[in-house]
């Protein structure tokens, strides 16, 4: 009786429990009317990390745009040193992965209807493949800054005292196609050059894949980019760490010669789903001033406000941004 009446409180302290945990984010996010913006997740470029100051602020901003942000840093491991060990190192199958294990085992993210995604430079691409293989939750409006979603045709110098950096470019003796470098050296995973198309296509271990461009294509990641409400690639005008900057916009760039997504193959079959996006009017091509990763706050706060928020307030919100008027939110 004593055992049968403790077993009974311990159900009902435990469905208490978590009623209490589930409640709010039900309510929350359950009605139409509701105006909580959605939660937002980071991806971090190559050499950051995902508790810098720098991706704090961005948070902040996010928050200062759209108050009450549930705002969530992409990491790979909850130490700093070794997060950013990990944009230079590691299989990118893996962090993808895990990346998306960790967003749909979130008890905040997995509740949500949808998510908003900014993507810093590599993080852009990485964001764009959680889309494509996993969106659980579904992502709204994908934001990429700088990023290489075509691909680099060159590797970029570490700074001299980058020791990281050195070394994980050391890997990449010899021939970059091969397995020791393609599951070790991330930047190795979405390298694409013309030139060595043939080996791209067999070897990468990454942007071959997530760009459907192989002979079988996955219809999936198709149907999920349809899907976005928005994706916005942001390319700096003046770039030189990105090699070609182009690939920001998903532009195929060979020797000199620059040519537009919109006149791609992977566009014009529709590959990747980008034409059935831009046909309802939900892919952007915007410019950033200055060098790579150069952002301001001005230029954030815009895109925050252009293309995140509630649910049911009506993104996209066209070019150029329309002002809100009282009573919009
Ligand atoms: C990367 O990891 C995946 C999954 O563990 C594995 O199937 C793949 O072969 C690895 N890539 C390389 C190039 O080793
Ligand atoms: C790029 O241009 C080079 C030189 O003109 C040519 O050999 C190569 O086939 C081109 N690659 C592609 C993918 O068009």
Not at 9 to 18: E, F, K, N, P, R
Request: proline letters at 5%.
């Amino acid at each position: 009786m004593a055992i049968r009446n403790h077993l009974t409180a311990l159900v009902i302290a435990g469905s208490l429990l978590s009623a209490a945990l589930t409640k709010p984010l039900d309510v929350r996010f359950s009605d139409d009317t509701d105006d909580t913006p959605l939660p937002v997740v980071i991806w971090h470029g190559l050499g950051d990390a995902y508790d810098t100051d720098g991706m704090r602020r961005v948070a902040e901003l996010v928050e200062e745009v759209n108050p009450g942000t549930f705002v969530y840093a992409i990491r790979m491991d909850e130490s700093g040193a070794r997060d950013r060990y990990a944009s230079f190192i590691g299989n990118l199958t893996n962090h993808i992965g895990k990346a998306c294990a960790d967003i749909a085992a979130h008890p905040i993210l997995s509740t949500a209807p949808a998510i908003d995604a900014i993507g810093f430079s590599q993080g852009g691409q990485f964001l764009r493949a959680y889309v494509e293989r996993c969106n659980n939750p579904p992502v709204r409006s994908l934001v990429t800054f700088g990023s290489q979603h075509n691909g680099i045709s060159a590797f970029r110098d570490c700074a001299p005292n980058d020791w990281v950096c050195r070394f994980a470019m050391a890997i990449l003796t010899g021939d970059a196609w091969s397995p020791t470098v393609q599951s070790r050296l991330v930047p190795a995973q979405y390298y694409r050059n013309p030139n060595e198309f043939n080996q791209y296509l067999e070897h990468s271990n990454f942007l071959a894949d997530i760009n459907n461009e192989r002979v079988v294509k996955n219809e999936q990641y198709k149907k999920n980019i349809a899907q976005l409400e928005s994706f916005v690639m942001y390319m700096f005008e003046d770039d030189k760490t990105v090699i070609p900057k182009e690939s920001s916009w998903f532009h195929d760039v060979n020797g000199t010669e620059v040519t537009p997504l919109r006149q791609r193959r992977l566009y014009t079959e529709d590959w990747l789903g980008l034409r059935e996006l831009d046909k309802k009017g939900g892919l952007y091509f915007r410019t950033a001033p200055g060098e790579h990763m150069e952002l301001s706050e001005e230029l954030l706060v815009e895109a925050f406000g252009d293309f995140f928020g509630p649910l049911n307030r009506h993104a996209g919100r066209s070019d150029p941004r329309p002002r809100l008027q009282a009573g919009d939110l």
